[in-house]
């Protein structure tokens, strides 16, 4: 036990680090910086004098440990033919049931889509359609109906969806202040928000509060549905996210100076209702990933029965017409992967039937062709001498 | 008196000191032989250079006057340097400009800053100000803190050094001064055991002879005593009283640390001064009480401060190959940039018309009176923008932090190199050192290994072996009873001195020498031996032994042969106490006998001997000449003795071909006027201001001749520790190990015998020619023979095959460099082994160049000596061997180490090991980084090609820092492919790095469309599983950030092998870490992904989406891999599996496989 400790101090002594380089590797360092062998020869030289017989007697031999020489303890997985067959087969009896679950669940939603943009162009107007949704004085109003193809239980969320419409173009997207709508205190905080920053032109003016493109551009198509005329009611409160509506988006922050300005982008707001409660500019504000897109316009807390004819009252006012955009109303019900959407459940069938193709390729391949793990006969240089 | 010349062993027999300075001289520069046309061989002088350099005049203009003890006047200009020392590069006030200049040379850097500057501008700003800078403001952070903490240690040790005390003459009395303070001109004293603060001539000691002896430890690594002089006409000076004042005439300063060339005017005399004369500020005054010089050079102008410049820098050939690949990411990278801005372009003009009414891009701007347009600049500038937008959003499709992981990693890899106990020599208590960092991988990719013989394959330890005496050869049993009663030894002063080796004696031999008569063979034994203990430069020093009654002596001499030689001479009763440069004391079988050393000519390599001339006390003078036997035979007087010549060469035969070192030793008396004239011709020839040397060359070559042949003496060289077993393995490791030798050829042929190089069933060819027309017919005929010779036995793959080349220095000279190049060339390819000897340094390295122009293989060499100091700098990968012959190789080389054996775990485990690290390393930074980037390119897209990216910009900034960074370099410096243990064991698995099969281009393009299918997955299962969804664009980007990040991670960790904690903690770690991030990133408020993750998070859709992602993207991959894996399955591989299924006896089975085939 002495003994031990004894040599343990000396190993201390052995690695105590030489005065002029506390880097164990300081001469690593050589190649990348060259003038510290200048010094390393100076240190060298004052070693020298400083104890010269004493640094010839102290062992430099790197002291053991499993870091240093690399010997770890580790677990080193080998996927033998056993295991590839397994994984393949796991893989495939995971995604299959998952597939077939969303793509039945995906099945179970029912979606009304209706496009409006075209059918709500009056006759008189169809050659000139920006003339029409330009001019502040035609009747926008447009009534049309639909037909429920299934029964559609509550919650129904009822979206507007854009295409075509690129929510997520750097411009438009950069063109907002997170500052002016979350607090009152940054009103003049607009600076990314050109070309809808201020009012009255020169520069100093008043803040356009909310500022910046995307709340100038947001959409005011109004939606009212009648089912047997009885007026559904559209629940327009929780429609976005708490997170928005609590922190993001200020309960002292009024709009101020909206939509005055000589272009009128797209909906007004009412200036006596702070930003946290204006629920349509939160959703808007949410830039959309994809040209192609739907909000969250409000929900209907009534089941629709099949082959009910609901009647759509909408205000077409929302100018997609310039650009060749496209309106549509949608009536959805929800599931726990969303909306309808059959891909994943796709995807997944396809994945979980390619893992099990390949789980019996390699069944095959290990029947057929076996090879044993570890046979030295297979090595280069053996294979060469066989042959 | 010069008496220092360079060391006298075969080996370096073409080496001689003014061509040794040479290569000291140039071994920084980066030699390149090819371009320039240096010749190879000695046919026309290769020591002209040298010679010229020393014949040639001071010119004034290049001279620099240094008036001794009058600093002042010496340095009225104030154009010499003081002798303070700066080595710290900066000061405070200059660290950040200078810092950041020197940082940017960095290509690397530039890049950053390039990008980080584009970004900006204000049309271009991709990134807010602080995530486009942090990459590079992080970097240069690191770099400059590492930078400031060295200089500080440098500026530390600086001040140390300058502040050190020596004692200098002011006023006619030695004041203690701070070195710093020290000038030109001043005069210095030391004492023993002090170093030498500046470079200084010196004018007298403590010796009367004015010898004072030095150790150059620090210089050139060199541990032995090396003698230097005071001038006659100063010696005897004691400045105080006698104040020395006079001129000295010196080169300007140079790095030349072998030469020194000035005169002295003393007393209206004028006295040359050389190398002896000098003592180089680092090294060390030993054995001699006090020494007084003048400073000639001080501070950064001393020969030791010129040389401290770096290792050579080299670039790795994975480095070079991975460059190319980085021109090919390049190319992608424009690509995809010039895709970018050419639809940009169209998606405007086509909605040329639409621009001012969409609400998402309004071209107009309304808010002032005047209607303008607003960040609009007109089609062309459109385009122009977002291509240089798109740079900046795909700039890391160029991996420019992969430069920095692999320097992390090289020196992590370093690390474990340096700390591999199994490198590490007892004997000389020398670890492995990495010089060079940049080519850690090239240890994984050699093919041809060039090896010195001395010190390298042979422990150069010489042990005098047997002796031929006037054609008796006594080569008898060795006998230990003489040892064991402690070998000869004399009384002094009641003291027990003997030599400090023992050597074993021949008995009958040693009876001889004892029973001195005046026989005639007792008084060629008596000449014999004399010449041995004579004719040398060797300084005995008398040291203490743990006895108190017994002293030691120590030969201290550059040369071991000599050294083995005067301890010979002791051992059998000839025994050197005493060296001055004026005499010698020899104690001759208990009767100390002076002799006066007349005169001295130093070794050369062109006369490949070197003379002394001894006054006998009876005044008789004698002129004793030793060397090599092909030099000496031709100036032997064969007339005399014929039997005795004839016989002596027998016996000469006979040593080396058992692998001994040879030298003959001759003998003449001379004649009174035989002397004068030579002192006449001597005294004129060493005062030469012009051609010194050659004058002197001459002199000694009108000397030596016909002179009596004494005999020859024969020296073991053994064989170091392992070189057998390492060459076996090494050629199992399809390596081709050739021999560059210095040595005879049977010297050379023999040891490869020992170091079972060659085998008794190859069939050699010897190449040994004296014109080039010959050299050309055998050249022919040998590659006749060569092809029959594996023509016949190609069909059994075994030794008897193989071929083996030995060819001499003299053939090469008409080889290398002329048209028969090729020939040699396409020979030695398709020989097993290839022997050179009697080459000199500059043929080593034209060997090196001869394969390293012609093939793509790796070359490596791996010398001792300042005579391999040219093949090293050649060869890809330069190995020194840190031992008995000082540092110059080790100085010049890139990796240096203990002993030859270590070479094998150097290549097969740690090189195989760094190839595969880094080989992988490289491409999976190439896929890291362009699925980001691809992943990017995709989503633009859909963004009418505007770089919006929906990953956050925090994300993309923190990508390679923080979210894939630290997994690449764990793996890279701790993953093992295999054991060490395996990789031992069967060399052969080294081919893998010598057939690139960890990194070619087919890997790459390979890596690329796998990187293309997972960035496909990654984008589009997203984007379909979210279309027509109320998805926000930061939901997806968080979204595409965890799947990429997942993504890497996984695909690094089905390639992890050995799986430690550290493995574990990385990976898992990084993906922890991204999670952390992404979730802070979403926490704050004024970010407009303000709690994105946490909306999505609780969403079965996008678990799905991930999981979905990550088995769909690896599937390819994985299949790929197993089926290659089973189908064709890479020794790797196989050898891995045996590793883990197989035990240790099927190992030895498999063994045995391997020596039936």
């Known amino acids: 036990m002495l003994l031990q400790t004894q040599r343990n101090t000396c190993h201390d002594r052995v690695n105590l680090p030489h005065p002029h380089s506390p880097f164990p590797f300081a001469n690593q360092f050589n190649s990348i910086h060259p003038q510290i062998k200048l010094q390393k020869l100076v240190a060298d030289m004052n070693h020298n004098v400083n104890g010269p017989s004493k640094s010839k007697r102290l062992s430099k031999k790197p002291q053991y440990s499993r870091f240093t020489q690399q010997e770890l303890p580790a677990w080193k997985p080998i996927l033998t033919p056993g295991w590839v067959i397994a994984s393949f087969l796991a893989i495939a009896f995971l995604f299959i049931p998952i597939g077939l679950v969303s793509l039945f669940a995906s099945e179970r939603v029912v979606e009304i889509v209706y496009r409006y943009d075209q059918d709500c162009i009056p006759e008189t107007y169809r050659g000139n359609v920006t003339a029409y949704i330009q001019n502040s004085v035609t009747n926008k109003t447009c009534i049309e109906n639909i037909t429920v193809p299934k029964k ?61 493109l995307i709340a100038w551009s947001l959409f005011n198509d109004t939606y009212n549905l009648i089912k047997q005329d009885k007026v559904l009611d559209i629940n327009k409160k929780g429609i976005a996210w708490k997170s928005d509506t609590k922190v993001k988006f200020g309960s002292n922050v009024y709009p101020k100076n909206f939509q005055t300005s000589n272009l009128i982008g797209g909906g007004k707001l009412n200036e006596s209702i702070p930003l946290s409660e204006q629920e349509d500019l939160i959703v808007w504000m949410r830039t959309a990933a994809l040209p192609t897109f739907r909000k969250l316009y409000g929900k209907i807390n009534v089941s629709l029965e099949a082959h009910d004819t609901i009647t759509v009252v909408l205000q077409n006012n929302y100018n997609t017409y310039s650009f060749g955009g496209q309106k549509k109303l949608v009536l959805s019900t929800t599931s726990w992967i969303g909306g309808k959407n059959d891909f994943l459940g796709i995807a997944y069938l396809t994945v979980g039937g390619i893992c099990l193709f390949m789980a019996l390729n390699f069944i095959l391949l290990y029947v057929f062709k076996p090879r044993p793990l570890g046979d030295p006969s297979y090595l280069s240089w053996n294979r060469k001498a066989v042959n | 008196m010069s008496n220092l010349h360079p060391q006298q062993r075969p080996d370096t027999f073409q080496n001689s000191s003014s061509q040794r300075s040479i290569s000291s001289n140039s071994w920084r520069a980066s030699v390149d032989f090819g371009s320039k046309g240096v010749r ?65 040379h960095r290509v690397a850097y530039m890049y950053f800053l390039i990008i980080a500057v584009l970004n900006q501008l204000p049309q271009l700003a991709v990134f807010g100000r602080g995530a486009s800078i942090l990459p590079l403001a992080s970097v240069l952070f690191v770099t400059a803190v590492k930078d400031a903490y060295e200089d500080w240690r440098r500026h530390k040790s600086d001040k140390i050094e300058n502040n050190r005390m020596a004692s200098v003459l002011v006023n006619d009395r030695f004041e203690l001064k701070k070195w710093k303070d020290i000038q030109v001109g001043e005069v210095v004293k030391i004492s023993a055991d002090e170093t030498i603060p500046c470079d200084i001539v010196l004018l007298s000691t403590s010796d009367p002879t004015g010898v004072a002896y030095v150790q150059t430890i620090n210089l050139d690594g060199e541990s032995n005593l090396k003698t230097r002089y005071a001038k006659q006409e100063t010696l005897s000076r004691i400045p105080e009283k006698d104040i020395i004042s006079g001129l000295i005439k010196c080169e300007k300063p140079n790095r030349n640390i072998y030469g020194f060339q000035a005169n002295m005017e003393i007393d209206g005399k004028r ?87 969409m609400p998402f891009y309004r071209r107009k701007d309304y808010s002032e009176g005047k209607v303008e347009n607003y960040n609009y600049y007109g089609l062309g500038m459109e385009i122009f923008f977002s291509f240089l937008m798109s740079v900046i959003v795909f700039q890391i499709m160029i991996p420019i932090s992969l430069y920095i992981s692999m320097e992390l990693v090289r020196v992590g890899q370093a690390y474990f190199m340096i700390r591999d106990d199994r490198m590490f020599d007892a004997s000389s208590n020398t670890r492995f050192q990495c010089r060079a960092l940049n080519i850690n991988e090239d240890l994984g990719q050699i093919k041809y290994v060039f090896s010195d013989k001395t010190g390298t394959l042979t422990e150069n330890k010489m042990e005098f072996q047997f002796a031929s005496i006037a054609g008796v050869d006594y080569s008898g049993e060795k006998t230990e009873v003489y040892v064991e009663q402690g070998g000869y030894n004399i009384q002094v002063d009641g003291q027990v001195w003997r030599p400090k080796v023992k050597v074993q004696v021949d008995p009958k031999l040693l009876q001889l020498s004892k029973t001195l008569n005046d026989t005639k063979s007792s008084k060629e034994i008596y000449d014999f031996f004399l010449a041995l203990a004579a004719c040398n430069t060797i300084v ?71 003379s002394v001339i001894l006054g006998y006390p009876d005044s008789t003078v004698k002129v004793f000449v030793k060397g090599a036997d092909t030099s000496m035979f031709k100036i032997i007087d064969e007339s005399l003795n014929l039997d005795v010549v004839r016989a002596t060469e027998a016996h000469l035969h006979s040593y080396s071909s058992v692998g001994l070192r040879t030298l003959v030793v001759g003998m003449r008396a001379l004649s009174v006027s035989e002397f004068d004239t030579w002192q006449t011709s001597y005294e004129i020839a060493s005062t030469a201001l012009m051609g010194r040397a050659g004058l002197l060359r001459k002199v ?116 290398l460099d002329t048209e028969l190049e090729e020939q040699l060339f396409e020979l030695a390819s398709k020989c097993a082994v290839v022997l050179c000897c009697r080459v000199a340094p500059l043929q080593k390295a034209g060997i090196v160049a001869l394969i390293k122009n012609r093939t793509d293989d790796m070359t490596l060499a791996i010398g001792d000596g300042a005579n391999d100091v040219s093949m090293i700098q050649m060869a890809d990968v330069g190995v020194g061997i840190s031992g008995q012959e000082g540092r110059q190789a080790v100085m010049a080389s890139d990796f240096a180490m203990g002993q030859f054996r270590f070479l094998v775990p150097l290549l097969l485990v740690h090189g195989h090991w760094n190839y595969q690290r880094m080989a992988y390393m490289i491409l999976y930074n190439f896929y890291r980084n362009a699925l980001f980037v691809l992943v990017l390119f995709w989503y633009v897209l859909y963004t009418g090609f505007t770089l919006t990216t929906a990953i956050t910009e925090w994300s993309s900034v923190l990508y390679s820092i923080i979210y894939t960074a630290v997994p690449t370099i764990v793996i890279g410096i701790l993953d093992k492919d295999l054991s060490r243990k395996s990789l031992m ?45 109320d998805i926000d664009s930061s939901s997806l980007g968080d979204l595409w950030t965890l799947a990429v990040v997942f993504m890497v991670n996984i695909h690094l960790a089905m390639d992890v092998i050995r799986w430690t904690w550290l493995s574990h903690a990385s990976i898992w770690g990084s993906i922890i870490a991204t999670c952390i991030c992404v979730i802070i990133i979403d926490a704050i408020p004024v970010l407009p992904g303000y709690w994105a993750i946490f909306i999505l998070g609780s969403s079965g859709l996008f678990w799905i989406c991930l999981f979905g992602i990550l088995v769909a993207s690896m599937i390819p991959r994985f299949v790929v891999k197993m089926f290659m894996q089973h189908c064709k399955p890479c020794d790797i591989q196989i050898a891995r599996e045996a590793e883990k299924f197989r035990n240790s006896m099927e190992v030895t089975r498999s063994g045995e496989i391997e020596m039936h085939r």
């Open chain 2, 700 to 815: 000694a070559i009108n000397l030596e001749n016909n002179l009596t042949l004494l005999g020859a003496s024969a020296i073991e060289d053994r064989l170091q520790k392992g070189v057998p077993e390492a060459i076996e393995s090494l050629r199992k490791a399809n390596m081709k190990v050739w021999v560059l030798t210095g040595d005879k050829q049977e010297t050379a042929i023999s040891i490869g015998y020992s170091s079972r190089l060659l085998t008794s069933k190859m069939s050699q060819i010897v190449i040994n020619n004296n014109s080039k027309m010959s050299c050309k017919k055998s050249l022919e005929d040998a590659l006749i023979t060569c092809k029959k010779l594996i023509d016949v036995t190609s069909a059994t793959d075994d030794d008897a095959s193989s071929v083996a080349l030995i060819i001499d220095g003299t053939s090469l000279v008409y080889i």
């Open chain 2, 540 to 610: 005995p020093i008398v040291v203490n032994s743990s006895n108190p009654n017994e002293k030691l002596i120590d030969y201290q001499g550059e040369s071991p042969d000599e050294q083995a030689l005067v301890y010979a001479a002791a051992a059998y009763g000839f025994m050197l106490i005493e060296r001055t440069s004026g005499h010698i004391v020899i104690d001759i079988q208990g009767e100390r006998q002076r002799f006066n050393v007349l005169g001295m000519h130093e070794f050369d390599s062109d006369r490949k001997r070197m």
């Open chain 2, 271 to 357: 006295v040359s001064l050389g190398p002896s004369n000098i003592i180089l500020r680092g090294c060390v005054i030993k054995n001699t009480d006090w020494a007084v010089g003048v400073a000639v050079y001080a501070g950064r102008e001393t020969k030791a401060m010129l040389n401290n410049s770096g290792a050579p820098s080299k670039r790795s050939r994975l480095e070079t190959h991975m460059n190319q690949e980085i021109m090919l990411l390049s190319f992608f990278l424009v690509t995809l940039c010039v895709v970018v801005s050419a639809c940009a372009g169209v998606w405007l003009r086509r909605h040329q018309d639409e621009l001012d009414l």
């Open chain 1, 152 to 212: 559609m239980d509550p919650p129904i969320f009822v979206y507007y969806q854009l295409d075509n419409f690129y929510q997520n173009h750097r411009r438009y997207v950069k063109s907002r202040s997170d500052k002016q709508l979350r607090s009152a205190a940054y009103e003049f905080t607009t600076k990314d928000c050109e070309p809808e920053a201020r009012v009255n032109t020169t520069w100093g003016g008043e803040p356009i509060v909310p500022c910046g």
């Open chain 2, 985 to 1029: 064991a069967y060399p052969q698995l080294y081919g893998s790095g010598q057939r690139k099969e960890s990194y070619n281009l087919k890997l790459f393009w390979v890596t690329m469309v796998d990187t293309l299918w997972q960035s496909v997955v990654a984008f589009f299962i997203p984007v379909l599983a979210y279309w027509k969804s």
């Open chain 2, 40 to 104: 190879h061989g000695s046919r026309s002088g290769n020591d002209s250079e040298g010679f010229s350099m020393s014949r040639r005049e001071i010119n004034d203009d290049d001279a620099r006057l240094v008036y001794v003890n009058d600093p002042l006047k010496t340095n009225e200009m104030f154009e010499f340097a003081g002798n303070s020392i700066r080595t710290g590069k900066y000061s405070v006030i200059t660290f950040l400009p200078r810092n950041l200049f020197e940082q940017f």
